[in-house]
């Protein structure tokens, strides 16, 4: 079953809201580009208090640039700003400058348009270097602090990647006990990941996808990493969006052929951010995706700074809950079908099944190869249609006693075993219900001698 990845953020933090959280949930994440160290060093305190083994994933912040500001900036239709790394400043103070955290990484293609906050708003880039890029917004929007650029076919420095997580992971873990995962934003090849833990053995490692070096190499990738996180809107950003279907596809399948879980994240439940419950096209998203075995599905900004987050959490919760029900009914259905894919592979042997329905009995029928059917059942009306048919025998017999059903089922086979055994060295194919309770099917094949009514 598919299974909640909650983000705790400024709107979840509190001790009551971490006690919701983690009944919903057993793990949970940090977003180690927002909020302070004492912030967290207080939130892994609080969830440890409440369970004293929590499972913790902390994200790291990554190499991708983010917008450097600390508030929310109004950005208009056609707006052009130039967003540099470092010391670099326009000398054109009409024109925004917005700071960049990282430096803009290479790219494989020379590029017309990059994206902010996992492919959400657009802009034309109008010049650009390695250390600016002057753009004109395609749409008016609020630009939330600590934005990604997304720009695509990104190529990223491998060895400042794990220079900068090696940094934040000795500061961090130096103050702040009890976290059992970290996710590596950014991962283009095993190299990084392999450096990290043989540095930080105790880590268990989630590597994010998000561009496409990392879809480039993912065999590789999978092959070391604990876990994988299919970051869709920074994938969707870098790669082009009619390449993420496929790419989601690829990694989903790389991932199962090494064994490890899957968490997929970005954008599942975005809609209820303003809405009581989510779009259509989340709802058809999650329940295909949880169908190709997703373990966990990650809730980001719908937990972490919603003001609608608990309604969110509940609503995914029952969600998969109703969702499993499903499945297991599903998979009873499977069962029932490959029991009779075993059933149809048996030749020249006589069966005896024992029915209150007769449910099971067009089922064996449709074997041409048996050489006899014997239906043993407690239901009146059953056993007249029964002395219908040419092609079967039926008994009358006392009603099934469920509570010892495997003894009454031998006592019954013992006391007509002339009618059942007319070959001595031919062993007999035996169906009925194992634990009958309403609705059940047949469920139970197994071959029984002679010799063992004696």
């Not at 991962?187 to 070096?213: A, D, G, R, T």
Request: aromatic content about 10%; some cysteine.
């Amino acid at each position: 079953m598919t299974k909640i990845l909650a983000t705790i953020g400024p709107e979840s933090d509190k001790i009551k809201d971490l006690l919701f959280i983690l009944k919903k949930t057993d793990f949970v994440r940090l977003n180690g580009s927002h909020n302070t160290i004492i912030w967290h060093k207080k939130t892994v305190e609080n969830l440890s208090k409440i369970k004293k083994e929590i499972n913790i994933l902390l994200d790291l912040p990554g190499i991708k640039p983010r917008t450097n500001n600390a508030k929310d900036i109004f950005i208009s239709k056609n707006q052009e700003i130039s967003f540099y790394y470092g010391n670099f400043r326009r000398k054109d103070k009409k024109i925004m400058s917005i700071q960049l955290t990282n430096k803009i990484p290479e790219t494989k293609s020379k590029n017309k348009f990059f994206t902010i906050s996992d492919g959400r708003y657009r802009f034309k880039i109008l010049k650009a270097n390695k250390n600016m890029l002057l753009a004109r917004s395609v749409s008016s929007f609020n630009l939330k602090p600590k934005q990604g650029l997304n720009i695509p076919f990104s190529i990223f420095d491998e060895r400042k990647q794990y220079e900068i997580y090696v940094n934040f992971l000795k500061n961090y873990l130096r103050k702040i006990k009890n976290i059992s995962s970290i996710g590596l934003s950014y991962i283009q090849s095993e190299n990084v990941i392999k450096k990290i833990k043989k540095k930080f053995p105790n880590l268990l490692v989630v590597s994010k996808i998000e561009n496409y070096k990392g879809l480039q190499n993912i065999k590789k990738i999978c092959e070391f990493s604990d876990g994988i996180m299919i970051d869709r809107g920074d994938l969707s950003a870098e790669i082009g969006e009619d390449k993420l279907y496929d790419a989601v596809i690829n990694i989903i399948d790389n991932s199962k052929a090494f064994n490890i879980p899957v968490i997929l994240a970005t954008e599942n439940l975005t809609s209820m951010l303003k809405n009581p419950s989510p779009s259509k096209s989340e709802i058809f998203s999650l329940d295909y995706l949880q169908a190709l075995k997703i373990d966990r599905v990650m809730l980001s900004e719908e937990t972490a700074i919603s003001k609608n987050w608990k309604i969110i959490i509940n609503w995914l919760s029952k969600h998969l809950e109703k969702r499993k029900k499903s499945q297991i009914k599903k998979n009873e259905f499977l069962k029932t079908q490959n029991f009779w894919e075993i059933f149809n592979n048996i030749k020249n042997l006589r069966t005896v099944l024992f029915t209150k329905k007769g449910y099971a009995i067009s089922k064996i029928l449709e074997n041409k190869e048996i050489k006899e059917l014997i239906v043993f059942t407690d239901n009146q009306k059953l056993h007249k249609l029964n002395m219908i048919r040419d092609n079967l025998k039926s008994y009358l017999i006392n009603k099934f006693n469920n509570e010892k059903l495997s003894e009454f089922i031998f006592k019954t086979i013992k006391k007509n075993k002339k009618a059942i055994f007319k070959d001595i060295n031919d062993p007999v194919a035996l169906i009925y219900i194992s634990n009958p309770k309403k609705k059940s099917r047949a469920n139970t094949l197994q071959f029984v001698f002679k010799e063992d009514f004696q």
